[in-house]
């Protein structure tokens, strides 16, 4: 009713001021322009007449039906190149007096809170067929773009080339809006989806997690609706499977369901959808009227069901009928640096090597290839710029064009030959079941939402309740552990004494006891512990666990080549080694040596430590604990802050060595406005974030006293951060190896390299040493 009675407005403004013009001129050529007077009374009432035209022009923009939708080369769901359907044809808008307060209106209609930004010149770019907006000049109060002031539909002297693009806020009204309804006579406002879900069915599936199977449905105004399945296609089922965080989709038994549904009335969703199969999201697919499910029925009186493949991630915790439903085949891709589950810097395997993918032409179907290759769903979102920290190594894949249907990363077509760097590195954040684990765990009491005391839902006495965790060898491991499951992040600080942070009373009894985790388990109860029966000396409360989750964290890796290209042997005087020896950086057979006459002979090199990650890389204590060392008169900021081994082939250890940070500076940075650390002057210690501390072969402790090993073939293992003391987003690049060659006399040290960078080592250190593959490392 509203819009008939706006057009019926605008009819008769038009019909009025038509009439008035045609009065106007009858007039004019009876009497003729007598007076300078008449002619400005003239242009007054002209200017009157075109007035009123233009306000039933703007009247008519008001009803006119638009759809919008972003697209082109973009990252996420929420930027893109803005494209306008109307009158059949979808056509893009050209960026000339393009402003904040019209990309805030298109954001809105498409469903965002607000626009953050917006590109001109076509960045995402360009589009095909008509230009149909130019000049569009809205206020920001509008309610569709097509209420805005432009030069009129498809008038335009613009080019592809000046397409204009969006970037909206990553808060969303609640539910979704389809992209291609409106090509299928949809209205507008009956675009606006709640929620979707997968409902489980029958007894066990309702109840447990994640959900694998069962009805999709549809809540709209309120209310949720099941789709027929008529028009229902396998193409649907695996875009349905991937939002949820299922790689795939698999048949299931329709003659129980069938049975089941025959039992039940079920109220019908009124549309259709209908998807390519390569789309990361429902609300990309089209949506149409359904004949099938008119009046609130279904023709073949079923409603849609999907059944959906549990990925590796998820499959290794499930059941053995779940984890059968996958291949168990390792991938040839992997996820580094992220600090969610699904998340991450992606590497791929090439010629036996760990490499990076670059960020040209990264986008939403490679990403979601990538996604659905680690096991996860489809990719929520296509990181460029090293978002997820630098890599190390090759760039393998670069310029990665994908169908959204292939196997593998590595099956897209790519380009080997363009030049391309760390900072353009791409990564990846994936859609991932609904474990339900951050349901048993809560952090109370603190400042923020990312710290507080740690409160689990464990099983005590034949039932659930909330209680703390013993805080006995409580560290970042397990705090890790916590922050990931609760989807904050990194854990920054693993807190021992919570008497700051006021819990729940009810919960002060500790539940949880001998908690002992890798550091990449999902959940907290994956971890080792006492089960029912606690050890806790400290008996909780004030002494309870507590953590600290931070969103960005450092990433040290070591420069391979710098250690091979500085290793050498030196025979010094133990008289000259006084300080050496009072930081136990001799071997113990030094000790009792008559100085004067006796030498040691020292393995020296340089270690260049990179921090690749996201924030500074701060030592745990703050100055006030450092530790003074008379003797070199420095302050040591971490008393093991790398460590030095030699090996035997088969991993013995037969010397070895440890530094201490006396000094953590910025050497030298990417740009020299990024240094924030120097140790004059009792300064601040730490590595910004792309920046490099060098610790010289020709100081004291950077070596490994040899003296006492025999000529062979041995290892040499240099551990950055060993103690996991501060915060990494990856601990598996914090080793170096190299193969060494000692006669006695010389040392050649070859084939230095970053641990876990080769498949042939992955495989032996995954076998004996699971911890290095998942962000931990285990002593040789």
Not at 16 to 22: F, G, T
Not at 250 to 274: C, L, P
Request: glycine fraction near 10%; charged fraction near 25%; proline fraction near 3%.
């Amino acid at each position: 009713m509203e819009i008939a009675d706006q057009q019926k407005e605008t009819d008769r403004i038009g019909e009025y001021s038509q009439s008035l013009l045609r009065g106007w001129l009858k007039w004019q050529r009876m009497c003729g322009i007598l007076c300078v007077f008449h002619h400005c009374l003239a242009l007054v009432l002209v200017h009157w007449v075109l007035e009123l035209l233009c306000m039933a022009e703007v009247k008519g923009q008001q009803v006119s039906r638009i759809q919008l939708r972003l697209a082109g080369r973009r990252k996420k769901g929420n930027e893109g190149r803005v494209e306008v359907y109307y009158d059949g044809e979808w056509g893009t808008i050209c960026d000339d007096d393009f402003s904040i307060a019209t990309a805030n209106v298109i954001c809105k209609e498409l469903g965002f809170l607000h626009a953050e930004n917006w590109v001109p010149g076509a960045k995402y770019g360009r589009g095909k067929g008509r230009i149909w907006i130019d000049n569009v000049r809205c206020t920001g109060s509008e309610k569709s773009l097509a209420a805005c002031d432009s030069n009129g539909w498809g008038v335009t002297d613009c080019k592809h080339t000046e397409d204009a693009g969006v970037v909206c806020s990553e808060q969303r009204v609640p539910g979704f809006r389809f992209a291609n309804a409106l090509d299928n006579n949809i209205e507008e406002e009956q675009l606006q989806v709640q929620d979707v879900r997968i409902k489980g069915v029958f007894g066990s599936s309702r109840k447990r997690l994640p959900v694998t199977e069962g009805y999709v449905q549809v809540k709209q105004d309120g209310e949720w609706k099941q789709i027929c399945d008529t028009d229902w296609t396998a193409m649907n089922s695996r875009v349905i499977c991937g939002m949820f965080g299922f790689p795939a989709e698999k048949g299931y038994n329709t003659k129980i369901y069938k049975i089941f549904a025959s039992r039940k009335r079920h109220t019908y969703w009124q549309y259709n959808i209908n998807c390519m199969g390569n789309e990361a999201h429902l609300s990309s697919c089209s949506l149409g009227h359904s004949e099938a499910s008119s009046n609130g029925s279904c023709v073949s009186h079923m409603p849609v069901i999907v059944s959906c493949v549990a990925g590796r991630p998820i499959a290794a915790l499930s059941t053995t009928r779940v984890r059968k439903a996958f291949q168990t085949e390792r991938p040839l891709i992997r996820l580094r640096g992220g600090p969610r589950i699904g998340e991450g810097r992606v590497e791929v395997m090439k010629n036996g090597q760990w490499g990076t993918v670059c960020d040209d032409r990264w986008n939403l179907q490679a990403a979601s290839v990538a996604c659905r290759e680690l096991g996860f769903g489809t990719a929520k979102e296509a990181l460029t710029g090293a978002r997820m920290g630098k890599g190390i190594g090759m760039t393998h894949l670069k310029q990665v064009s994908c169908t959204g249907f292939e196997s593998s990363l590595t099956a897209c077509q790519f380009n080997q030959n363009n030049l391309c760097g760390h900072n353009e590195d791409a990564a990846v954040r994936c859609n991932i079941p609904d474990m339900g684990f951050e349901k048993q765990i809560r952090l109370v009491g603190g400042r923020t939402p990312f710290e507080g005391r740690v409160e689990v839902l464990a099983k005590r006495n034949g039932g659930l309740r909330w209680g703390t965790v013993c805080n006995s060898n409580w560290g970042l491991m397990e705090a890790m552990v916590v922050c990931r499951q609760l989807g904050l992040g990194f854990a920054d600080h693993a807190v021992q004494e919570t008497w700051f942070w006021g819990g729940d009373p009810s919960a002060d009894e500790v539940v949880m006891s001998g908690v002992k985790c890798s550091g990449t388990e999902l959940s907290l109860f994956q971890c080792l512990h006492h089960g029912e029966e606690l050890d806790c000396p400290n008996r909780g409360g004030q002494f309870a666990a507590g953590v600290s989750c931070t969103e960005a964290a450092s990433d040290l890796v070591l420069n391979p080549r710098v250690v091979e290209e500085t290793t050498y042997l030196e025979n010094r005087p133990l008289s000259m080694l006084a300080c050496a020896m009072e930081e136990n950086c001799l071997s113990s057979t030094a000790v009792g040596l008559p100085p004067l006459s006796s030498f040691r002979r020292l393995l020296r090199f340089s270690s260049q430590i990179h921090n690749n990650g996201e924030a500074d890389f701060r030592p745990k204590a703050g100055r006030h604990a450092w530790v003074w060392h008379e003797c070199h008169r420095h302050y040591h900021s971490m008393e093991v802050f790398t460590t030095y081994d030699l090996l035997l082939l088969n991993g013995t250890r037969v010397a070895e060595g440890h530094k201490a940070s006396f000094c953590l500076e910025d050497t030298e940075c990417d740009s020299e406005d990024q240094k924030n650390y120097q140790c004059d002057n009792f300064g601040e210690q730490g590595i910004t974030a792309g920046c490099w501390d060098t610790y010289r072969h020709d100081i004291d402790c950077q070596w490994i006293d040899v003296t006492d090993v025999s000529p062979g073939e041995y290892v040499l293992q240099v551990v950055i951060n060993p103690n996991f003391e501060v915060v990494e987003s990856d601990y598996s690049n914090n080793v170096v190896k190299c193969r060494c060659k000692y006669d006695g006399h010389r040392i050649w040290a070859y084939n230095c390299h970053v641990g876990g960078s080769f498949s042939s080592e992955s495989e032996e250190i995954f076998d004996h040493f699971p911890g290095l593959m998942n962000n931990h490392l285990s002593s040789w």
